[in-house]
């Protein structure tokens, strides 16, 4: 009987050594620290801060819809990205497309239309050819039409709103929306044509210091003697239409087609970029526009005909009408007058 009991006592303790060789690695173990929201709950219970503040970290959490950012629940730069839309660009691009248009009503009541100083002879000279007016026209009119769509999209919910209500406004909104995505691509189709016609013409010259120096007589009347482009207008293409044009048409393109699946914070960066690139470029537009139409006499008249009189060549672009001349041959013009046949510089 003591035998068995012996047995019996040796086979309990190894039982126990057994057990306890086992659970030993999960005594050990020390337990996870909490998470901060378990401490957040001890200390203020139903206070979510912890859990939102990881959400809005921009990590990529677990989700069965699969494609870019599609695990990130909040994106903060979201808020940022509207903080300066419709804060300081909103702000800064309005103030300075409305002074722009002040000085030019203040230049052309001060200073009036630049005439001619001498009578127009009647003789007409090519500025333009058909192919170069019809690149200007098509990336002029697509030009305005996402000037004025963009600006109701942009400032049209503080001054357009408060007269149209919400339900007209939010038509107005979303046809100019779907105009801006269809004629987007067509001007920049028309900036590429545009300048692949023209640079050739607006390269620096060692006359354009003294075109810069005078400031091309706009204040003095002075006629500057200039080639086929003067530095203002060199300056325009340069910046304008090269630099600006295709930088806004650029970050349109990336907002325009949104399934190449760029992520949120490639469109919010396209999307400054493009405003702000295109508040810019519309602010210049507008002495462009007005030298070219009510600034200056017979200019808009070479784009339209794609003639110019010799005086208006002769008083504006000396350079450019003397090497016509050296280079001319006598042409029946639209008019029926004899005229010096184009001559490109």
């Known amino acids: 009987m003591a035998y068995d009991m012996t047995v019996w006592r040796r086979l309990l303790c190894a ?25 957040r709950q001890q200390v203020q219970p139903l206070n979510n801060a912890p859990v939102w503040r990881e959400v809005r970290s921009g990590e990529a959490h677990f989700t069965t819809v699969k494609g870019v950012e599609t695990g990130v629940l909040i994106q903060s730069g979201g808020q940022t990205w509207r903080a300066l839309r419709n804060g300081p660009i909103t702000l800064y691009g309005g103030i300075a497309f409305s002074a ?44 305005c039409v996402l000037m004025v769509s963009g600006l109701i999209m942009l400032f049209g919910k503080h001054v357009l709103l408060p007269v ?6 939010a038509v107005v ?25 023209f640079v050739k013409d ?23 003697p200039s080639h086929r482009f003067n530095f203002g207008e060199k300056t325009w293409f340069w910046l304008g239409v090269v ?7 650029a970050s349109g393109l990336v907002l325009n087609f ?20 295109g508040l810019i470029v519309m602010t210049l537009s507008l002495a462009h526009i007005y030298i070219g139409t009510l600034g200056m006499e017979g200019a808009l008249e070479g784009m339209q005909t794609g003639y ?31 005229a010096p046949a184009a001559v490109r510089t």
Request: net charge neutral; aromatic share 10%.
């Open 15 to 39: 039982l126990l050594t057994l057990c306890a060789l086992a659970a030993g690695p999960v005594f050990a173990a020390d337990p996870p620290p909490p998470t901060d929201q378990a401490l």
């Open 100 to 143: 722009m248009l002040v000085l030019l009503a203040l230049f052309f009541k001060l200073r009036g239309q630049i005439r001619l100083s001498e009578p127009k002879t009647g003789r007409l000279i090519q500025r333009f050819t058909t192919l170069e007016r019809m690149s200007h026209w098509t990336m002029a009119i697509s030009f």
């Open 164 to 169: 149209f209500g919400y339900s007209l406004f």
């Open 173 to 197: 909104a979303m046809v100019c929306k779907n105009i801006h995505n269809f004629v987007g691509p067509v001007f920049i189709l028309s900036v590429l044509l545009f300048i692949v016609l």
């Open 202 to 224: 607006n390269v620096w010259q060692a006359i354009d210091a003294l075109w810069i120096r005078k400031a091309g007589g706009l204040l003095s009347g002075e006629h500057v």
């Open 243 to 249: 630099f600006l044009s295709l930088t806004v048409g």
């Open 258 to 277: 949104p399934n190449f699946e760029q992520g949120r914070a490639v469109m919010q960066t396209a999307n400054l970029v493009h405003l702000i690139g």
């Open 308 to 338: 110019v009189d010799e005086t208006w060549a002769k008083e504006h672009h000396e350079l450019w009408y003397d090497a016509a001349r050296q280079n001319q041959g006598m042409e029946q013009t639209p008019g029926g007058l004899s």
